[in-house]
Structure formats: structure tokens, C-alpha cells
């Protein structure tokens, strides 16, 4: 047995809590999974079916923990694990499932076959043969926490720049974008790029909110390795840094998977450490417009819109009324995509897929059963509160023809509070407004 094996066994093993060998013994083989997933919707091929992915891993798990798999293989496929078959497991897990979850919704017994596709996650960064591109993106943020001083000058240069453009477009000209100020009540975290930073910090400015920018992004890539200590080591960051400012919230970005990482892991990873509120930056829209903390027109965006539900903000994250609330107050014309909320079909680019350029063509083919939904709401405007799915929308906007535009929830916000300018990027927008826009803004 080869070093490679004996580590992947080995992080099986780590992982052979209830839960999981819960998942490992319960399925039924009844198929009921197979509509509830994209990739088989799109391909209805049985590799597709996700009690089929599941069964690859099983197993394994049968030969490690059944004498009469060991016995007798043939009789209950039972396989010995080996390189070709690991080889095999880890592109299933991540090029053949995004881990949205709807199957696990949808099995009559609950079974959960992500969190099998995420212990073979974990095997395959433990052995060395998860991609390479994860693994790299995840030690680069955990060296950049180790010494942020390496690229925070050049940072605050940037932010300088972003809040002479804040001043431009709002005509306030005591509008900040605040970093690293001690006592604020908010800590927002954004991605990485401007796209994150100033649209938020127009909305923070015009409610007034006592807040401060995050040095950090919020993604996190060891989630999507589901290596528990690369993710901690990522999330540490923002724990330490919220700690020594005394915030009293974290607001995230619009992110699924950091959205729900910090919601539901990190309060229990850092347990004691961890006194903070978290909620989703379109929590905090959806109160400013409810307490009038911000003005918002919707007859700044007449056209058709719809919204996509990412599968960690709404089926993971239970963030689903939100950011309808928020969309039916920015726009004239909303429209929802059927099945939506918590049964809405994945878009495909989830589970950090989109950063694996060598499954592009697989991930665009998955992604025809959320392009024939947008199709058949007629909208032109796709909002979508996630970064990696508007990522990937855009990309099966583009291979299926859809002709939509795809935005997030807080570039709609600042459009309908109709800013004396748009902001930088955004001024083909204000095409779509019609006349009424121009005198409205005058």
C-alpha cells in the first residue's frame, strides 16, 4: 500500500463519525435523487445519479469495515482502494458534485451524500491529489494572515483611491471607507476587488453605520478542500482581527460559502473565541431600506428581474426571504425562477468549481438546467447574492445565449438610490432607466 492510500484511509478514518456512517449505510437505492441534481438533469446518465457518486465511496468503506466485503469483494462491491481508484474519487468529488445539497433535501431517508463527497474532499488533500489550484489559493490567504504588513500599505493605497471614486458618485464628500478602526460596530468582510468594497460602501455611508473594512477576504478555500485546519487557519483571520478592533458584528460579503462557513463552522471552531454577530450583508440592506435608513427608488430598474438562490445562502444558509425583500423594493419588475428558495436548482459553478479551469465544459453543461430557468422567466437582470454564481451564470449566459445581465443584490441598492453618478463600471446601466431616470436624479 502506497504512502498516497495510506493517508487517504487514514483521513477516512478520521472522519467515521455518526453522521457520516449514517449517510454511508442508509441509502435506500431508490433513485429519487437523480432529478434532484443538476448534473443528471442536464445528462440523465447513471454516473450522474448521486446515490451512484456515493457508491464509490461506500465501497471502500465496505472493505475497510466489513469482514464479508474482505471475503467476499464481489458479493457487496466492496473495493480495495488503490491510486487509479482514488484518481477517480476525487474527480467525482470535485468536478461531478457542488455539494448544493438538494439531493439530501429531496431523499425520503435524508441521506447526505455531500458530506461523502466532502470526506473524499479531505481524503484527496490529504493525500497530495486534490487540485492543485484549491490548495494553492488556500495557503496563499493563510501566509497573507501571517504577516499582513507584506501587502497592507499597498492595500490602504487602493482603498485611498476607492474613496476619492465613494466621493465622486455620492457628492459627499466626507464619505470614508474606514479600515482598521477600533470599536466599530460592524466589520464588514468583502471579496477581493473594488466590485466588493464600494458599492457596500456607499450603503454604509448614506445609513450612516458605524463600520469598518476588513484587510481580509472573505472566501475560503479550505472549505472547499474541506480541510478543517487550512479553513480554520483561513477563518482565523477574521477572528483575530474582529477580536482586536471589538466589533460587535461580522457582516459578510455577498458569498455563499463564506456566508455559510461563518454562520454555522467558525462560531463552533473557535468556540469561547467567537462572541460575534454574523449575518450576510443583505441582511443589513434589507434593515436599512425596512427602517428607512436608506432611500430607495424602483423605477430606477423597470426591466424584468429574477433571482437566482445560491445553495449556501438559501438551502444551506435558510437566507431566503431577504433578499426577496430587498429586490421587490429596488425593482419594478421582479420575477422568480421555478423551482426557487429552498428547492432551487444549482446553477452549477458551486463548491468552488469555477476556480478548475480543466472542468469548464463540465461545469457549463451542468449548468443548463438553471439557463432554461432563467430562459423561461423572460427577465433581464439574473441578481445573484454569490460571487462564484454569478461567475458561473455568466458563463452559461454567454454559452446558451440567454442575453441577461448578471448583477448582485447590492449594485441593484445603490442603482435605485439613484446616485448623482453611477458607479464606475456601472454606466451602461442607466440606459435601461428611460426618461423619468435622468429628471429624477436632477
Known amino acids: 500500500m502506497t504512502e498516497t492510500i495510506q493517508l487517504a484511509l487514514k483521513t477516512l478514518e478520521a472522519q467515521l463519525n455518526q453522521p457520516l456512517e449514517t449517510a454511508l449505510e442508509a441509502c435506500a437505492r431508490c433513485g429519487l435523487c437523480a432529478e434532484a441534481c443538476h448534473y443528471y438533469r442536464a445528462e440523465p446518465k447513471v454516473e450522474h445519479i448521486p446515490a451512484f457518486r456515493a457508491e464509490q465511496l461506500r465501497s471502500v468503506y ?61 481524503m484527496a488533500t490529504a493525500s497530495g491529489t486534490a487540485p492543485e489550484i484549491l490548495v494553492m489559493l488556500a495557503d496563499a490567504a493563510i501566509e497573507k494572515g501571517k504577516d499582513p504588513s507584506f501587502y497592507k500599505e499597498m492595500f490602504l493605497e487602493q482603498i485611498k483611491e476607492m474613496e476619492e471614486q465613494l ?64 479553513a480554520k487557519q483561513v477563518a482565523k483571520r477574521i477572528v483575530d482581527e474582529a477580536n482586536r478592533l471589538g466589533v460587535k458584528e461580522i457582516v459578510i460579503a455577498e458569498c455563499g460559502h463564506a456566508y455559510a462557513s461563518y454562520r ?16 450576510s450583508l443583505i441582511e443589513v440592506l434589507g434593515d436599512y431600506i425596512r427602517e428607512g435608513k436608506i432611500k430607495v427608488d424602483p423605477t430606477a430598474i423597470p426591466e424584468g428581474v429574477t433571482y437566482h438562490d445560491s445553495c449556501n445562502l438559501a438551502r444551506n444558509g435558510g437566507l431566503i426571504e431577504e433578499p426577496r425583500y430587498v429586490l421587490k423594493n429596488v425593482a419594478q419588475d421582479f420575477r422568480e425562477m421555478t423551482p426557487n428558495k429552498d428547492e432551487a436548482i444549482c446553477c452549477g459553478g458551486g463548491g468552488g468549481l469555477v476556480a478548475l479551469a480543466e472542468y ?64 464606475p463600471g456601472h454606466e451602461a446601466e442607466y440606459l435601461f432607466e428611460g426618461e423619468g431616470a435622468a429628471i429624477a436624479r436632477e
Open 264 to 279: 454555522w463552522d467558525v462560531p463552533n471552531w473557535f468556540a469561547g473565541q467567537f462572541d460575534f454577530k454574523v449575518r
Open 62 to 122: 465496505r472493505y475497510e469495515h466489513d469482514f464479508l466485503s474482505r471475503l467476499f469483494p464481489v458479493w457487496t462491491g466492496a473495493k480495495k482502494l488503490d491510486e487509479p481508484m482514488l484518481a477517480n474519487l476525487t474527480e467525482i468529488a470535485f468536478s461531478q458534485c457542488t455539494l448544493c445539497r438538494r439531493c439530501t433535501v429531496n431523499c425520503p431517508l435524508g441521506v447526505d451524500t455531500p458530506l461523502m463527497m466532502r470526506a473524499i474532499r479531505a
Open 167 to 230: 466621493r465622486d458618485v455620492t457628492g459627499d464628500e466626507n464619505a470614508t471607507i474606514p479600515v482598521e478602526k477600533q470599536g466599530a460596530k460592524i466589520l464588514y468582510v468583502p471579496l477581493a476587488g473594488a466590485h466588493t468594497i464600494l458599492p457596500p460602501a456607499v450603503v454604509f455611508n448614506a445609513a450612516k453605520e458605524d463600520w469598518t473594512l476588513s484587510i481580509f477576504e472573505a472566501s475560503n478555500y479550505g472549505v472547499f478542500l474541506a480541510d478543517v485546519n487550512r
Open 360 to 423: 469548464a465544459e463540465r461545469r457549463i453543461a451542468a449548468g443548463k438546467p438553471k439557463a432554461d430557468q432563467i430562459k423561461q422567466t423572460g427577465a433581464k437582470v439574473v441578481v445573484a447574492a454569490c460571487e462564484n454564481c454569478r461567475l458561473q451564470i455568466g458563463d452559461i449566459n454567454e454559452h446558451y445565449n440567454l442575453n441577461v445581465k448578471t448583477t448582485a443584490i447590492t449594485d441593484l441598492v445603490v442603482r435605485a438610490m439613484r446616485l448623482p453618478k453611477p458607479l
